[in-house]
């Protein structure tokens, strides 16, 4: 066991939509990730997904309404709802995930990963 200092960590890539194992957390992964631009519309039909804004602000698009994060702020998106993350500018976030979920939920394609990297 050992302390994870974020900043540390966050300075160690720069790849953005890339999600790095900081930690595991019963049957779930701790990830560190950088967001910037739009991801895509997806959703995760049988896991909820955490996230929570270090750095930047995060506009969370969900079907029915944007949700705005600052800088320590953090939201649950329930399983199963539709949602698209923007990042206008680079934002660095701590994301919860199931170790069997995929960051792209219900969509795969060239930006889906197949494994975490372990910073």
């Known amino acids: 066991m050992e302390k994870v200092n974020l900043q540390d960590k966050?300075?160690?890539f720069s790849q953005h939509w890339t999600p790095?194992?900081?930690?595991?957390?019963n049957d779930s992964y701790v990830l560190l990730a950088k967001f910037k631009g739009e991801l895509f519309w997806h959703k995760h039909?049988?896991?909820d997904e955490f996230f929570m804004v270090?750095?930047?602000?995060?506009?969370l698009k969900l079907r029915d309404r944007d949700i705005w994060l600052q800088e320590g702020e953090l939201f649950v998106i329930?399983?199963?709802?539709?949602?698209?993350?923007v990042a206008e500018e680079e934002v660095h976030m701590l994301v919860l995930d199931l170790k069997s979920a995929k960051h792209t939920?219900?969509?795969?394609?060239e930006r889906t990963l197949t494994s975490y990297e372990r910073i």
Do not use: C, F, S, W
């Open 78 to 85: 329930p399983k199963g709802v539709e949602h698209m993350p």
């Open 105 to 109: 939920g219900n969509v795969v394609n």
């Open 45 to 47: 039909e049988d896991e």
């Open 54 to 59: 270090i750095k930047g602000k995060l506009l």
């Open 10 to 12: 966050l300075a160690l």
């Open 20 to 25: 790095k194992i900081v930690g595991e957390y």
